[in-house]
C-alpha cells in the first residue's frame, strides 16, 4: 500500500471549494462529499492499478455518490493533480500532468 499522499495545490482548492459548494445545499453534504473523497484515494491506495489509465499514464479514481474524479500522474508515488467535476474542461487537469507540479 502507498501510505503518502500528496496534492497539487490546485487541487487543493478544487476539493475545498466543491466541499463548501456542497455544505451550501445542505449541512452535512460536504462532510460525506468529503468522506467519499478520501475514500476513492483510499481505494486507490490499496489497488492502485485497478484504477483506468488515461493520458500520459495518469490514473483516474471516481469518487462515490458524486461526478467527481480524482487524477493520479503516478502508481509510485500518489499526487493528486485534480479534484475535478465531470463537466469541466479536462484540459486544466490535463496541463498539470505534462507540468507534474
Known amino acids: 500500500m502507498i501510505e503518502l499522499v500528496t496534492y497539487h495545490p490546485s487541487a487543493i482548492t478544487e476539493y475545498r471549494n466543491a466541499f463548501w459548494w456542497y455544505e451550501d445545499i445542505r449541512p452535512g453534504l460536504g462532510e460525506k ?3 467519499s473523497v478520501k475514500e476513492a ?5 490499496h489497488s492502485p492499478l485497478s484504477s483506468p489509465t488515461l493520458q500520459d499514464e495518469a490514473r483516474c479514481t471516481r469518487v462515490h455518490k458524486y461526478p467527481y474524479n480524482n487524477f493520479v500522474p503516478d502508481v ?3 499526487r493528486i493533480l485534480a479534484v475535478f467535476h465531470d463537466k469541466r474542461d479536462p484540459r486544466e487537469w490535463q496541463a498539470r500532468i505534462l507540468k507534474r507540479g
Open 76 to 78: 509510485d508515488a500518489i
Open 41 to 45: 484515494i483510499e481505494n486507490f491506495q
Open 33 to 35: 462529499f468529503s468522506i
